[in-house]
């Protein structure tokens, strides 16, 4: 299949062009903002809850970051620290809890979790119409079905920096490296929607090379530094990169290795790309659920 004109005029083979997330992310926080003080001058403000359940430092930082974020845009956000000792029926009761809560626009349950426990297992307790991050599994079966759902944002992310960015789906082979419910599965989903050919690919993917190389656009979203090198990327491919892992200087680095930028026709940042737009879509699905949740009082 040609991928000529694939990421748009300008871009070619050897020359990757850089699709920033950042100037999407601003635009979703705008619109964000704009919604959220509606919504507070009728009395009615978005409100988010992160629970956490762990001592991760990393984890940490990050949820600092969307408490900080969404202030900015003025979502009310609030933290429940229940501490890495927290067991299962701890963590569930404050989930149920919120999800009652009438004042309580959407719920985020922050991972890593105590160990024993599993993410799919807790979400459950966080109700749909809440669950802006995507994490109930009931959320991934109105997805994969077609149905309203909060899409994870960091799959929804990789599609909309797309859009942005002008990348055409429809009809291209699209290759997701990476199966979680969290990136890769609800990813496969959306670009499906969007009537690409999608490959799912995973640790038990024989030639990994051999299929990815196949991709007119592909997304790695393992884990795993510098695993998508340029053996595994096609002349003129666009390449998103989902990877967010730590370097041993504190420093952020990819799933791709930059020298992929000399075979790609267009490749996403790390950082800069999706993260951003992931962090935004967070606060603009807080923002909608509690539109939804105030039309239906």
């Known amino acids: 299949m040609s991928t000529e004109g694939l990421s748009g005029a300008g871009s070619s083979a050897g020359s990757a062009r850089e699709l920033s997330g950042r100037g999407l992310a601003t635009a979703i926080r705008t619109d964000a903002t704009e919604r959220a003080a509606a919504l507070a001058a009728r009395g009615r403000p978005a409100r988010l809850a992160v629970v956490t359940a762990t001592d991760d430092e990393a984890s940490a930082w990050y949820v600092r970051s969307i408490v900080n974020a969404a202030r ?5 956000c609030e933290v429940a620290d229940l501490g890495p000792r927290a067991g299962a029926g701890e963590i569930r009761d404050r989930l149920e ?5 009438e004042w309580v626009s959407g719920i985020i349950l922050q991972t890593p979790l105590p160990k024993g426990t599993k993410l799919e297992d807790l979400a459950s307790a966080i109700v749909p119409a809440k669950d ?3 994490a109930n599994p009931l959320s991934l079966g109105r ?3 077609g149905l309203p759902a909060f899409a994870p944002a960091t799959a929804e992310a990789v599609v909309r920096l797309l859009d942005h960015h002008g990348v055409p789906l429809a009809g291209r082979h699209a290759v997701v490296v990476g199966r979680s419910t969290v990136v ?5 989903h959306l670009l499906l929607d969007r009537d ?3 490959t799912v690919c995973h640790s038990r993917t024989a030639d990994l090379a051999a299929v990815t190389s196949a991709a007119d656009v592909l997304v790695a ?3 795993r530094i510098g695993l998508v090198t340029p053996d595994h990327v096609r002349p003129g491919a666009v390449v998103v990169d989902v990877g967010t892992n730590q370097t041993e200087d504190g ?5 791709v290795d930059p020298a992929v930028a000399t075979r790609a026709s267009a490749l996403t940042p790390v950082p800069g790309g999706v993260g951003p737009v992931t962090t935004a879509l967070l606060l603009a699905h807080t923002v909608q659920a509690a539109e939804t949740l105030t039309e239906g009082r």
Do not use: W
């Open 72 to 76: 900015k845009v003025g979502i009310e």
């Open 97 to 101: 809890a919120l999800s009652a809560d």
């Open 132 to 134: 802006v991050d995507g």
């Open 143 to 145: 997805l994969a079905a």
């Open 184 to 188: 890769g599965k609800p990813a496969a």
């Open 196 to 198: 690409a050919t999608v």
């Open 221 to 223: 979203a393992v884990g």
């Open 251 to 255: 420093g952020l680095a990819g799933d």
